[in-house]
């Protein structure tokens, strides 16, 4: 049997393809749920990993957090030919994506997205597999757990109080973190009021408050209490108020002015930052998909390397090819980690760089990974698509 050349580039394009998503499925598994899935570089064996703690998750009543889940990366492995991954995928995207899991031909897959959804909707996608006997039983107990209501339940026809038996109190209390103590507050709110207490405009005492305590939780990770620090500003106001309607003479002032000086010498005042986040900047300009490539490979300092001869050959712009120069790697600005806000850029500029390449009928397209070392370099990845 002898292949044609056009079907033996289709098999070889599927091949890489496949290859290309089942490397970066398992990158993604090992980022998420770190080196205790690494068992193999078989994406199904790493998937049955990460559903094993999972399991593990719920056994122990904790839930997987995902905030930082890369959703375009994952939603790709919808159809994946493994039933082990589409199972994970399925336990680890946001529900909002998790509802087309209903149909999928596993059963398996099928149970493990009918936990995370809706009773009603779980109960339309049992209709649609009547035979899924596991799938009755998961939406049998949720009608059941749903039927049970809460216990001492109170009568809808009672008076509605909005305190219960009592106050909240300590109830939503939150947690301040590291306890500071009042003579800190103390010298602190003196800080403040040498600073900013000839302030004209007035009511400068909450907005000060408020961006001081945001400011040192940033910088430091320590919560303060604004209601306190508050209130050590007041006091300090009123006290110098009290001071200078008392007092009588130069001494006096000369005395209170070196006290304060003495006590501000102690005091730490934090840093305020005002400093705009670029990477934020960028991702909320209303530029066009060239100026948001130029702009982001400024601000990443993207390098950029030709055309390897393998993929060079399949280029239609041909009398362009030794001016052919891709994104070969950059650097997370300020040598920060990657975060989700430098995701979203890395994924814009990568979806905007393939479009530009597709309305030019190039026959290649890239995508992005972070670096196995260096947590703050990008690499990026050329193939054909």
């Excluded at 009042?182 to 003196?190: F, K, V």
Aim: net charge negative; glycine share 6%; with cysteine.
């Amino acid at each position: 049997m002898h292949l044609k050349l056009e079907e033996l580039q289709r098999v070889a394009k599927k091949t890489i393809k496949e290859e290309r998503q089942n490397s970066s499925l398992r990158e993604e598994f090992v980022r998420l749920f770190g080196p205790p899935v690494a068992v193999s570089c078989d994406a199904s064996k790493v998937a049955q990993a990460v559903n094993e703690c999972i399991d593990v998750l719920d056994a122990t009543g904790k839930e997987f957090n995902r905030r930082n889940v890369r959703v375009s990366m994952l939603t790709e492995a919808t159809y994946h030919p493994s039933p082990e991954v589409r199972k994970a995928v399925a336990r680890i995207l946001p529900e909002r994506f998790v509802e087309k899991f209903l149909d999928d031909p596993a059963s398996e897959v099928r149970c493990a997205a009918a936990k995370r959804l809706p009773l009603s909707v779980v109960s339309e996608g049992a209709r649609r597999h009547p035979r899924d006997d596991q799938m009755k039983s998961i939406v049998r107990s949720r009608k059941r757990l749903e039927e049970s209501g809460l216990p001492d339940a109170k009568r809808v026809d009672e008076p509605f109080d909005i305190n219960g038996d009592g106050p909240l109190g300590d109830v939503v209390k939150q947690d301040m973190g590291d306890e500071l103590s009042d003579e800190w507050y103390d010298l602190l709110a003196r800080k403040l009021c040498r600073e900013y207490g000839n302030n004209l405009e007035g009511n400068w005492e909450e907005i000060l408050a408020t961006r001081v305590v945001a400011s040192h939780y940033s910088t430091t990770g320590v919560r303060m209490d604004r209601d306190k620090l508050l209130n050590a500003i007041h006091n300090c106001i009123k006290e110098r108020e009290d001071e200078i309607l008392g007092e009588g003479s130069l001494k006096s002032i000369a005395a209170r002015l070196l006290r304060e000086a003495v006590l501000e010498e102690t005091a730490a005042m934090p840093a305020i930052d005002e400093s705009v986040d670029e990477i934020t900047a960028l991702l909320e300009s209303t530029s066009s998909t060239a100026e948001y490539v130029e702009a982001t490979e400024k601000l990443f300092g993207v390098k950029k390397s030709s055309v390897p001869a393998g993929i060079k050959k399949y280029r239609i712009g041909e009398g362009r090819l030794s001016q052919a120069l891709v994104p070969m790697k950059c650097r997370v600005p300020g040598g920060r980690q990657i975060d989700p806000t430098v995701e979203r850029a890395l994924d814009r500029y990568v979806e905007c760089w393939n479009s530009r390449q597709e309305l030019s009928g190039e026959p290649y397209r890239i995508s992005w990974s972070n670096h196995p070392e260096d947590a703050s370099t990008i690499g990026f990845r050329l193939e054909l698509k």
